[in-house]
Protein backbone atom coordinates (compact mmCIF):
# COMPACT_ATOMS: atom_id res chain seq x y z
CA UNK A 1 0.00 0.00 0.00
CA UNK A 2 1.41 3.40 -1.16
CA UNK A 3 1.79 5.92 1.66
CA UNK A 4 1.45 9.81 2.19
CA UNK A 5 4.91 11.31 1.75
CA UNK A 6 5.61 13.74 4.36
CA UNK A 7 6.99 16.83 4.05
CA UNK A 8 10.52 15.99 3.78
CA UNK A 9 10.07 15.12 -0.01
CA UNK A 10 10.37 19.19 -0.56
CA UNK A 11 14.00 18.68 0.94
CA UNK A 12 14.85 15.58 -0.83
CA UNK A 13 16.58 12.23 0.41
CA UNK A 14 19.92 12.68 0.80
CA UNK A 15 20.95 11.31 -2.54
CA UNK A 16 18.32 13.11 -4.16
CA UNK A 17 20.25 16.02 -2.48
CA UNK A 18 23.65 15.17 -3.59
CA UNK A 19 22.74 15.56 -7.12
CA UNK A 20 20.98 18.17 -7.50
CA UNK A 21 24.35 19.76 -5.04
CA UNK A 22 26.44 18.21 -8.29
CA UNK A 23 24.27 20.20 -10.82
CA UNK A 24 24.60 23.67 -9.26
CA UNK A 25 21.46 23.77 -7.86
CA UNK A 26 21.08 25.64 -4.34
CA UNK A 27 19.26 23.80 -1.27
CA UNK A 28 17.76 25.17 1.61
CA UNK A 29 20.30 24.84 4.70
CA UNK A 30 20.58 21.84 6.49
CA UNK A 31 19.41 22.67 10.00
CA UNK A 32 20.48 20.82 13.49
CA UNK A 33 23.57 19.13 12.63
CA UNK A 34 26.49 19.42 15.54
CA UNK A 35 29.72 17.37 14.86
CA UNK A 36 32.27 16.76 17.25
CA UNK A 37 35.87 19.05 17.57
CA UNK A 38 34.12 21.79 15.85
CA UNK A 39 34.72 25.52 17.12
CA UNK A 40 32.79 28.08 18.73
CA UNK A 41 32.62 30.01 15.03
CA UNK A 42 31.39 26.92 13.30
CA UNK A 43 28.44 26.42 15.87
CA UNK A 44 27.33 29.85 16.25
CA UNK A 45 26.87 29.75 11.99
CA UNK A 46 24.67 26.18 12.63
CA UNK A 47 22.79 28.18 15.06
CA UNK A 48 22.19 31.32 12.61
CA UNK A 49 21.61 28.05 10.00
CA UNK A 50 18.88 26.53 12.51
CA UNK A 51 17.07 29.98 12.98
CA UNK A 52 17.27 30.61 9.21
CA UNK A 53 15.25 27.25 8.56
CA UNK A 54 12.88 27.81 11.11
CA UNK A 55 11.83 31.06 9.60
CA UNK A 56 11.82 29.38 6.02
CA UNK A 57 9.45 26.95 7.39
CA UNK A 58 7.12 28.96 9.39
CA UNK A 59 7.32 31.25 5.94
CA UNK A 60 6.57 28.44 4.17
CA UNK A 61 3.87 26.89 6.16
CA UNK A 62 2.05 30.30 6.67
CA UNK A 63 2.80 30.34 10.52
CA UNK A 64 4.63 33.80 10.08
CA UNK A 65 1.15 35.51 9.35
CA UNK A 66 -2.41 35.69 10.70
CA UNK A 67 -4.82 33.14 9.76
CA UNK A 68 -8.08 33.23 9.17
CA UNK A 69 -9.84 30.21 8.87
CA UNK A 70 -13.96 30.87 8.31
CA UNK A 71 -16.52 28.69 9.49
CA UNK A 72 -20.31 28.69 8.52
CA UNK A 73 -22.83 29.74 11.11
CA UNK A 74 -25.97 27.44 9.88
CA UNK A 75 -23.32 24.24 9.89
CA UNK A 76 -22.63 21.92 12.79
CA UNK A 77 -18.70 21.61 13.27
CA UNK A 78 -17.80 18.43 14.29
CA UNK A 79 -14.22 17.66 16.27
CA UNK A 80 -13.74 14.02 17.48
CA UNK A 81 -17.13 12.98 18.10
CA UNK A 82 -18.52 16.58 19.47
CA UNK A 83 -20.65 19.13 17.80
CA UNK A 84 -21.02 23.11 17.65
CA UNK A 85 -23.09 25.71 16.12
CA UNK A 86 -21.79 28.89 15.75
CA UNK A 87 -24.73 30.51 15.96
CA UNK A 88 -24.60 30.15 19.75
CA UNK A 89 -22.29 31.78 21.86
CA UNK A 90 -21.75 28.79 24.35
CA UNK A 91 -20.76 26.62 21.93
CA UNK A 92 -18.32 29.15 20.16
CA UNK A 93 -16.79 28.61 23.73
CA UNK A 94 -17.23 24.79 23.40
CA UNK A 95 -15.29 24.78 20.76
CA UNK A 96 -12.53 27.19 21.94
CA UNK A 97 -12.09 25.19 25.10
CA UNK A 98 -12.15 21.36 23.21
CA UNK A 99 -9.71 22.61 20.27
CA UNK A 100 -7.08 24.43 22.19
CA UNK A 101 -7.27 21.05 25.00
CA UNK A 102 -5.93 18.95 22.18
CA UNK A 103 -2.26 18.26 21.99
CA UNK A 104 -0.57 19.82 19.51
CA UNK A 105 3.23 18.61 18.40
CA UNK A 106 5.12 19.77 15.77
CA UNK A 107 8.94 19.85 14.61
CA UNK A 108 11.60 20.82 16.73
CA UNK A 109 14.73 22.02 17.26
CA UNK A 110 17.35 21.83 19.24
CA UNK A 111 16.63 18.44 21.19
CA UNK A 112 19.55 16.15 21.97
CA UNK A 113 21.39 13.85 19.27
CA UNK A 114 19.15 10.80 18.11
CA UNK A 115 20.87 8.04 18.51
CA UNK A 116 23.89 7.25 16.04
CA UNK A 117 23.00 10.70 14.21
CA UNK A 118 24.09 14.06 14.79
CA UNK A 119 20.52 14.91 13.78
CA UNK A 120 18.89 17.39 16.48
CA UNK A 121 16.06 18.17 14.88
CA UNK A 122 13.21 16.67 12.62
CA UNK A 123 12.15 19.64 10.45
CA UNK A 124 11.79 18.41 7.17
CA UNK A 125 11.08 14.48 7.84
CA UNK A 126 9.51 14.39 11.10
CA UNK A 127 5.46 15.35 10.35
CA UNK A 128 4.10 11.99 10.05
CA UNK A 129 5.54 10.59 13.42
CA UNK A 130 4.99 13.95 15.33
CA UNK A 131 0.92 13.48 13.73
CA UNK A 132 0.98 10.07 15.08
CA UNK A 133 1.95 11.10 18.60
CA UNK A 134 -0.83 13.92 18.08
CA UNK A 135 -3.07 10.94 17.59
CA UNK A 136 -1.77 8.50 20.45
CA UNK A 137 -1.64 11.61 22.69
CA UNK A 138 -5.79 12.08 22.13
CA UNK A 139 -5.91 8.12 22.92
CA UNK A 140 -4.09 9.00 26.67
CA UNK A 141 -6.03 11.68 27.48
CA UNK A 142 -9.58 9.76 26.57
CA UNK A 143 -7.49 6.71 28.76
CA UNK A 144 -6.55 8.11 31.78
CA UNK A 145 -8.90 11.09 31.91
CA UNK A 146 -11.85 11.29 29.65
CA UNK A 147 -13.33 12.70 26.20
CA UNK A 148 -14.95 15.32 27.73
CA UNK A 149 -11.31 16.80 29.99
CA UNK A 150 -10.47 20.47 28.73
CA UNK A 151 -7.19 22.53 29.84
CA UNK A 152 -7.85 24.79 32.28
CA UNK A 153 -6.00 27.91 30.47
CA UNK A 154 -7.62 27.14 27.19
CA UNK A 155 -10.19 30.02 27.22
CA UNK A 156 -7.73 31.86 29.25
CA UNK A 157 -5.46 31.77 26.32
CA UNK A 158 -7.87 32.67 23.39
CA UNK A 159 -11.58 33.78 23.47
CA UNK A 160 -13.84 34.22 20.43
CA UNK A 161 -15.94 37.09 20.22
CA UNK A 162 -18.31 37.89 17.33
CA UNK A 163 -17.92 41.30 15.49
CA UNK A 164 -20.07 42.42 12.77
CA UNK A 165 -18.22 41.51 9.12
CA UNK A 166 -18.62 44.38 6.28
CA UNK A 167 -18.96 42.07 3.65
CA UNK A 168 -21.32 42.07 0.47
CA UNK A 169 -21.41 37.77 0.31
CA UNK A 170 -24.92 36.81 1.28
CA UNK A 171 -23.24 33.44 2.82
CA UNK A 172 -21.45 36.05 5.29
CA UNK A 173 -22.73 36.66 8.40
CA UNK A 174 -20.51 37.49 11.11
CA UNK A 175 -16.69 36.94 11.78
CA UNK A 176 -15.14 35.90 15.05
CA UNK A 177 -11.91 36.59 16.31
CA UNK A 178 -9.78 35.29 19.39
CA UNK A 179 -8.56 38.11 21.25
CA UNK A 180 -9.63 38.93 25.29
CA UNK A 181 -9.41 36.24 28.10
CA UNK A 182 -12.72 34.75 29.43
CA UNK A 183 -14.12 35.75 32.05
CA UNK A 184 -14.98 33.52 35.22
CA UNK A 185 -18.08 33.44 34.43
CA UNK A 186 -17.98 31.89 31.40
CA UNK A 187 -15.99 28.90 32.66
CA UNK A 188 -17.76 25.14 32.20
CA UNK A 189 -16.19 21.95 34.06
CA UNK A 190 -16.01 18.37 32.21
CA UNK A 191 -18.97 16.42 33.98
CA UNK A 192 -19.25 13.43 31.79
CA UNK A 193 -20.09 9.85 33.30
CA UNK A 194 -16.35 8.47 32.94
CA UNK A 195 -15.26 12.07 34.45
CA UNK A 196 -15.38 13.28 37.96
CA UNK A 197 -18.29 15.72 38.63
CA UNK A 198 -16.30 18.40 40.50
CA UNK A 199 -14.72 21.62 38.88
CA UNK A 200 -11.28 20.77 36.67
CA UNK A 201 -9.91 23.67 38.83
CA UNK A 202 -10.21 21.37 42.11
CA UNK A 203 -8.82 18.62 40.51
CA UNK A 204 -4.87 19.09 40.31
CA UNK A 205 -3.78 15.56 39.59
CA UNK A 206 -5.79 15.63 36.02
CA UNK A 207 -2.74 18.52 34.99
CA UNK A 208 -0.56 15.90 36.42
CA UNK A 209 -1.18 13.40 33.84
CA UNK A 210 -1.95 15.89 31.73
CA UNK A 211 1.75 17.18 31.95
CA UNK A 212 3.38 13.31 32.60
CA UNK A 213 1.70 12.72 28.78
CA UNK A 214 4.07 15.57 27.43
CA UNK A 215 6.73 14.35 29.45
CA UNK A 216 5.96 10.81 27.50
CA UNK A 217 6.04 12.12 24.36
CA UNK A 218 8.89 14.91 24.98
CA UNK A 219 11.92 15.16 22.41
CA UNK A 220 14.88 12.78 24.29
CA UNK A 221 15.96 9.62 24.56
CA UNK A 222 14.18 8.63 27.78
CA UNK A 223 10.80 9.64 26.74
CA UNK A 224 8.61 6.04 26.00
CA UNK A 225 6.90 7.92 23.02
CA UNK A 226 9.15 10.48 22.10
CA UNK A 227 10.85 11.23 18.93
CA UNK A 228 13.95 9.34 19.96
CA UNK A 229 12.16 6.09 21.02
CA UNK A 230 9.90 6.13 17.60
CA UNK A 231 12.64 6.37 15.66
CA UNK A 232 14.53 3.84 17.13
CA UNK A 233 11.32 1.48 16.72
CA UNK A 234 11.23 2.31 13.17
CA UNK A 235 14.79 0.55 12.90
CA UNK A 236 13.16 -2.92 12.74
CA UNK A 237 10.97 -1.37 9.99
CA UNK A 238 13.82 -0.51 7.88
CA UNK A 239 13.67 3.15 8.47
CA UNK A 240 15.88 5.84 9.80
CA UNK A 241 15.90 9.23 10.90
CA UNK A 242 15.50 11.53 8.23
CA UNK A 243 13.54 9.09 6.28
CA UNK A 244 10.43 10.05 5.58
CA UNK A 245 7.44 7.67 7.01
CA UNK A 246 3.65 7.02 5.86
CA UNK A 247 0.50 6.42 8.07
CA UNK A 248 0.75 2.91 7.66
CA UNK A 249 4.66 2.63 8.68
CA UNK A 250 3.52 4.88 12.11
CA UNK A 251 0.58 2.64 13.12
CA UNK A 252 3.06 -0.60 13.32
CA UNK A 253 5.64 1.88 15.25
CA UNK A 254 3.04 3.46 17.71
CA UNK A 255 2.08 -0.32 18.20
CA UNK A 256 5.51 -1.21 18.77
CA UNK A 257 5.52 1.45 21.43
CA UNK A 258 2.87 0.73 23.56
CA UNK A 259 3.99 -3.06 24.06
CA UNK A 260 7.97 -2.01 25.02
CA UNK A 261 7.13 0.93 27.48
CA UNK A 262 5.29 -0.06 31.18
CA UNK A 263 4.02 3.50 31.37
CA UNK A 264 0.20 2.00 30.33
CA UNK A 265 0.24 -1.43 30.40
CA UNK A 266 -3.73 -1.39 30.33
CA UNK A 267 -3.39 0.31 27.18
CA UNK A 268 -2.84 -2.14 23.59
CA UNK A 269 -2.74 -1.15 19.70
CA UNK A 270 -4.54 -3.38 17.14
CA UNK A 271 -3.46 -2.48 13.53
CA UNK A 272 -5.36 -4.33 11.32
CA UNK A 273 -4.21 -5.77 8.06
CA UNK A 274 -5.36 -5.41 4.61
CA UNK A 275 -7.90 -3.24 5.31
CA UNK A 276 -9.68 -5.73 7.38
CA UNK A 277 -10.73 -5.68 11.52
CA UNK A 278 -10.36 -9.11 13.00
CA UNK A 279 -12.99 -9.42 15.73
CA UNK A 280 -11.38 -12.16 17.43
CA UNK A 281 -7.55 -11.09 17.44
CA UNK A 282 -9.07 -7.52 19.23
CA UNK A 283 -11.15 -9.14 22.25
CA UNK A 284 -8.03 -11.10 22.82
CA UNK A 285 -6.27 -7.75 23.44
CA UNK A 286 -8.96 -6.46 25.25
CA UNK A 287 -9.17 -9.80 27.92
CA UNK A 288 -5.65 -10.65 27.70
CA UNK A 289 -5.37 -11.74 31.66
CA UNK A 290 -3.15 -9.94 33.80
CA UNK A 291 0.15 -11.96 33.99
CA UNK A 292 0.41 -10.93 38.49
CA UNK A 293 -2.91 -12.26 39.25
CA UNK A 294 -4.26 -14.18 36.42
CA UNK A 295 -7.37 -12.92 36.22
CA UNK A 296 -9.08 -10.90 33.53
CA UNK A 297 -8.09 -7.09 33.07
CA UNK A 298 -11.59 -5.36 33.40
CA UNK A 299 -9.64 -1.80 32.71
CA UNK A 300 -7.63 -3.07 29.24
CA UNK A 301 -8.49 -0.80 26.61
CA UNK A 302 -7.33 -0.43 22.68
CA UNK A 303 -6.34 1.74 20.37
CA UNK A 304 -7.35 0.69 16.67
CA UNK A 305 -5.17 1.81 13.70
CA UNK A 306 -6.83 0.67 10.37
CA UNK A 307 -4.57 1.52 7.44
CA UNK A 308 -6.42 2.61 4.17
CA UNK A 309 -6.17 3.82 0.78
CA UNK A 310 -9.19 5.89 -0.56
CA UNK A 311 -8.13 6.32 -4.12
CA UNK A 312 -5.59 5.79 -6.68
CA UNK A 313 -3.37 8.66 -7.23
CA UNK A 314 -5.93 11.01 -5.37
CA UNK A 315 -8.67 10.85 -3.14
CA UNK A 316 -11.60 9.41 -4.30
CA UNK A 317 -14.63 11.66 -3.31
CA UNK A 318 -17.40 8.66 -3.12
CA UNK A 319 -15.71 8.55 0.74
CA UNK A 320 -16.25 11.87 1.56
CA UNK A 321 -18.83 11.01 3.67
CA UNK A 322 -17.92 7.93 5.35
CA UNK A 323 -14.96 9.58 6.54
CA UNK A 324 -17.15 12.26 8.14
CA UNK A 325 -19.55 9.75 9.74
CA UNK A 326 -16.06 8.53 11.43
CA UNK A 327 -15.23 11.47 13.02
CA UNK A 328 -18.81 12.38 14.45
CA UNK A 329 -18.26 9.17 16.71
CA UNK A 330 -17.37 9.50 19.90
CA UNK A 331 -14.62 6.52 19.92
CA UNK A 332 -12.75 8.20 16.73
CA UNK A 333 -9.32 9.52 17.96
CA UNK A 334 -8.96 11.02 14.52
CA UNK A 335 -6.51 10.11 11.31
CA UNK A 336 -3.48 10.40 10.46
CA UNK A 337 -2.80 11.32 6.80
CA UNK A 338 -2.97 15.01 4.59
CA UNK A 339 -2.26 16.40 1.81
CA UNK A 340 0.35 15.06 -0.42
CA UNK A 341 3.90 15.41 0.89
CA UNK A 342 2.40 17.07 3.95
CA UNK A 343 1.65 15.10 7.12
CA UNK A 344 -1.47 16.05 8.80
CA UNK A 345 -3.87 15.19 11.79
CA UNK A 346 -7.31 15.24 10.93
CA UNK A 347 -9.74 15.80 13.85
CA UNK A 348 -12.99 17.07 12.59
CA UNK A 349 -15.04 18.80 9.48
CA UNK A 350 -17.61 21.00 8.64
CA UNK A 351 -19.58 21.15 5.29
CA UNK A 352 -16.53 19.34 3.04
CA UNK A 353 -13.74 20.91 5.19
CA UNK A 354 -11.53 18.83 7.45
CA UNK A 355 -10.27 20.35 10.84
CA UNK A 356 -6.53 19.67 11.51
CA UNK A 357 -3.58 20.08 13.32
CA UNK A 358 -0.57 20.96 11.73
CA UNK A 359 2.92 19.91 12.68
CA UNK A 360 4.87 21.68 10.26
CA UNK A 361 6.08 24.72 12.91
CA UNK A 362 9.69 24.46 13.94
CA UNK A 363 9.56 25.33 17.94
CA UNK A 364 12.31 25.03 20.17
CA UNK A 365 12.83 22.25 22.36
CA UNK A 366 11.21 22.30 25.77
CA UNK A 367 13.08 20.46 28.60
CA UNK A 368 9.81 18.45 30.56
CA UNK A 369 12.29 17.30 33.37
CA UNK A 370 11.63 20.51 34.99
CA UNK A 371 8.23 20.60 37.26
CA UNK A 372 6.29 23.55 35.74
CA UNK A 373 7.62 23.33 32.13
CA UNK A 374 5.66 25.64 29.81
CA UNK A 375 2.52 24.46 28.13
CA UNK A 376 1.63 26.68 25.32
CA UNK A 377 3.88 24.94 22.76
CA UNK A 378 1.56 22.34 23.10
CA UNK A 379 -1.43 23.88 22.51
CA UNK A 380 -2.47 25.27 19.09
CA UNK A 381 -4.30 28.47 18.78
CA UNK A 382 -5.06 28.55 15.13
CA UNK A 383 -8.01 26.04 13.82
CA UNK A 384 -7.34 25.11 9.87
CA UNK A 385 -8.91 23.85 7.50
CA UNK A 386 -9.15 22.05 3.85
CA UNK A 387 -11.19 20.91 1.69
CA UNK A 388 -11.46 16.89 1.98
CA UNK A 389 -10.92 16.52 -1.78
CA UNK A 390 -7.47 17.96 -1.65
CA UNK A 391 -6.98 14.19 1.30
CA UNK A 392 -4.06 12.07 0.37
CA UNK A 393 -5.49 9.03 -0.33
CA UNK A 394 -3.15 6.91 2.16
CA UNK A 395 -3.90 7.52 5.43
CA UNK A 396 -4.90 5.62 8.68
CA UNK A 397 -8.45 5.74 10.81
CA UNK A 398 -8.03 4.92 14.60
CA UNK A 399 -10.70 4.26 16.85
CA UNK A 400 -10.45 3.69 21.20
CA UNK A 401 -12.28 1.37 23.19
CA UNK A 402 -12.09 1.14 27.00
CA UNK A 403 -13.59 -2.33 27.03
CA UNK A 404 -15.10 -4.98 25.13
CA UNK A 405 -18.38 -3.61 25.66
CA UNK A 406 -17.54 -0.42 23.96
CA UNK A 407 -16.16 -2.28 21.27
CA UNK A 408 -18.99 -4.05 20.73
CA UNK A 409 -20.59 -0.91 20.27
CA UNK A 410 -18.17 0.60 18.37
CA UNK A 411 -18.27 -2.62 15.85
CA UNK A 412 -22.23 -1.90 15.51
CA UNK A 413 -21.97 1.51 14.66
CA UNK A 414 -19.23 1.39 12.16
CA UNK A 415 -21.37 -2.00 10.29
CA UNK A 416 -24.18 0.37 10.30
CA UNK A 417 -21.58 3.30 8.23
CA UNK A 418 -19.66 0.64 6.48
CA UNK A 419 -22.86 -1.06 5.21
CA UNK A 420 -25.15 2.38 5.20
CA UNK A 421 -27.60 2.06 1.89
CA UNK A 422 -26.72 5.87 1.24
CA UNK A 423 -23.10 4.87 1.15
CA UNK A 424 -21.65 6.04 -2.59
CA UNK A 425 -18.43 3.90 -2.46
CA UNK A 426 -19.40 0.70 -4.31
CA UNK A 427 -16.28 -0.96 -1.82
CA UNK A 428 -16.10 -0.09 1.78
CA UNK A 429 -12.90 1.85 3.13
CA UNK A 430 -12.49 -1.68 5.46
CA UNK A 431 -14.24 -4.44 6.77
CA UNK A 432 -14.83 -5.96 9.91
CA UNK A 433 -14.94 -9.45 10.11
CA UNK A 434 -15.94 -12.37 13.02
CA UNK A 435 -12.81 -14.16 12.29
CA UNK A 436 -8.91 -14.19 13.27
CA UNK A 437 -5.90 -13.50 11.35
CA UNK A 438 -3.55 -16.29 11.00
CA UNK A 439 -0.93 -13.97 10.76
CA UNK A 440 -1.27 -11.58 13.62
CA UNK A 441 1.07 -12.42 16.53
CA UNK A 442 -0.78 -11.15 19.59
CA UNK A 443 2.05 -9.56 22.03
CA UNK A 444 2.20 -11.12 25.61
CA UNK A 445 0.97 -8.53 27.76
CA UNK A 446 3.11 -6.28 30.15
CA UNK A 447 3.19 -6.52 33.92
CA UNK A 448 0.32 -4.73 34.71
CA UNK A 449 1.07 -1.49 37.17
CA UNK A 450 -1.43 1.10 38.18
CA UNK A 451 -0.61 4.70 36.93
CA UNK A 452 0.94 6.48 39.71
CA UNK A 453 -0.39 9.72 40.56
CA UNK A 454 2.52 12.38 41.54
CA UNK A 455 2.21 14.47 43.83
CA UNK A 456 3.91 17.90 42.32
CA UNK A 457 3.55 21.45 43.18
CA UNK A 458 1.19 22.94 40.61
CA UNK A 459 2.58 26.31 39.07
CA UNK A 460 1.20 29.28 37.07
CA UNK A 461 0.17 28.37 33.69
CA UNK A 462 2.13 30.43 30.64
CA UNK A 463 -0.17 32.73 28.80
CA UNK A 464 -0.44 31.99 25.09
CA UNK A 465 -0.39 35.02 23.17
CA UNK A 466 -3.54 35.82 21.11
CA UNK A 467 -1.59 36.27 17.73
CA UNK A 468 -3.25 34.26 15.15
CA UNK A 469 -7.01 34.52 14.55
CA UNK A 470 -10.22 32.78 12.55
CA UNK A 471 -13.25 33.73 11.70
CA UNK A 472 -16.35 32.11 11.43
CA UNK A 473 -19.03 33.12 8.95
Not at 55 to 66: C, L
Not at 80 to 91: I, K, N
Not at 296 to 315: C, D, K, Q, T
Not at 434 to 456: C, D, N, W
Request: aromatic content about 10%; glycine content about 6%; some cysteine.
Amino acid sequence: MNSVSPAATQYGSPESRRRRNLSGRHDPPQMGYQGAGRDGATDEVDKIKSKLMTAWNSVKYGWTVKMKTQFSRSSPLYLLGRHYYFGYDDDIDRFQRDFVSRVWLTYRRDFPALEGTQLTTDCGWGCMIRSAQMMLAQALLMHLLCRDWSWPEALSTLLVEMEPLRSSSPHSLNSFSLSSPVSPASRRYCRSASCPSKPQEHIPHQEHIHRDILRWLSDGPDAPFGLHHMVKLGGSLGKKAGDWYGPSIVAHILRKALETTPQVPELSVYVSQDCTVYRADVEQLLSADDPVTGTGSAGRAVIILIPVRLGGESFNPVYKQCIKEFLQMSACLGIIGGKPKHSLYFIGYQDNHLLYLDPHYCQAHVDTSTEDFPLDTFHCNSPRKMSIVKMDPSCTIAFYARNRAEFGALCDHLMKVLSSPSAEEKYPVFIISEGQAQELSVPEPLPRSSYALAHRKQGAMAKRPSSDEFEFL
